[in-house]
DNA sequence: ATCAAAAAATGACCACGGTCAATATAAAAT
DNA sequence: ATTTTATATTGACCGTGGTCATTTTTTGAT
């Protein structure tokens, strides 16, 4: 039989939460240590597994929660309807998952769940970058000759390739945004 | 002063080498582990890190390898002119990068090099890549209004993002291959 | 209040990648 | 041959993520 889950529980998993956050704010997330973080929070290491299955699980959560806060205020904004609007409409979100090189390793390891039972918060955030930019092309100057979605789709893509570029010493010669504008261009406004 | 390297390195070297091959033909490479190297090529641990910076370079090497095979034999190969014949022709490449999900993750770390010194086997693939792609789609049925240069960028782009989805449990309603095809359909012979 | 059972927390312990001072071997200088 | 010096190897040791049998705490029933 199932017994609801104690305050006291909840209370623990706060302090892990709150102390990563405030460890992470000091050293950033590669830096992370699980001791420190238990440390921190007063708790035995053992706690810290029983609350999370390893240490990428709680960074998927806490990038993961970064990630929202970046849509959610993306989505605030207005609705661009060209290509460099666009880019700059989806800035923030491109720049946090540039912000360290282990943020973006560990978010392009988790964007795919291999099991519909652990979709992650950084997989619902891959959903919704295609949903909302494919909500976006809908209404925007491009070619109609494709889906929306399958347009959407091409904007992530190349997307992920600008931003590993950016990780590449052999094309620094020119830089994300720019590079990112060209790709899309051609992508989403073909001159054939 | 600068010794000439000894033969002996080269031998143990090359022990290293045999005994990590042989460990991975039988378990793959996510299970590999340096003790098991070390101890079927009959010497220290430490030995091992005075060869290899750590296991992934050790990784990179053997990974990178396999993938200049990959290219080496599809460069045998007739050149291809239609989407599908392109598809066709990466194919052993594709196939060889989602062997293993370590080892798709690993080449993605690796496809970028940080510093121009520290280019490797990996990062030089990808370049490739993209030069040979370009070189097919020069005197291929596709779009003009773009160099080939930037049209093989979206193909690895593309190619990227379709394997990816490959690990994704929210995706799995097409194949690897009907996706990228759709991709590079849309991409190669816009009807805008 | 007392007790039994489930939930939560604990910390000693393990696995594995990686380090480094010490040692052994090879090559060059005398 | 002997000595010197650079190169190569060694293995005890460390850092860190992760496990699990044991202990503590909470909860619900009587």
Redesign the interface.
């Known amino acids: 039989m199932q017994k609801a889950i104690q305050k006291r529980k909840l209370k623990t998993r706060a302090r892990l939460f709150a102390a990563a956050e405030d460890v992470i704010e000091r050293n950033g997330y590669e830096a992370l240590r699980v001791e420190e973080v238990v440390q921190a929070a007063g708790v035995a290491k053992g706690t810290f597994f029983a609350h999370f299955r390893d240490k990428d699980a709680l960074m998927e959560i806490l990038i993961g929660q970064k990630l929202v806060d970046c849509f959610d205020s993306v989505e605030q904004g207005p609705t661009p309807t060209t290509v460099p609007d666009i880019i700059n409409a989806l800035a923030p979100i491109h720049a946090f998952m540039t912000s360290e090189r282990y943020v973006f390793?560990l978010i392009?390891?988790y964007?795919?769940?291999?099991?519909?039972a652990e979709?992650g918060p950084i997989?619902m955030c891959f959903?919704r970058y295609v949903r909302m930019v494919a909500k976006w092309l809908e209404h925007a100057q491009v070619?109609?000759?494709?889906s929306p979605d399958?347009?959407a789709?091409?904007v992530?893509?190349?997307a992920?390739?600008s931003m590993?570029?950016t990780?590449?010493?052999?094309?620094t010669s020119q830089s994300f945004q720019n590079r990112l504008e060209?790709?899309l261009k051609?992508?989403l406004t073909?001159?054939?």
Do not use: K
């Open positions: 390793d392009l390891r964007s795919g769940a291999t099991a519909i979709i997989a959903e070619r109609r000759d494709v399958l347009l789709d091409g992530q893509a190349f992920i390739q590993s570029l990780y590449c010493a052999l094309h060209i790709y051609a992508w073909p001159t054939g």
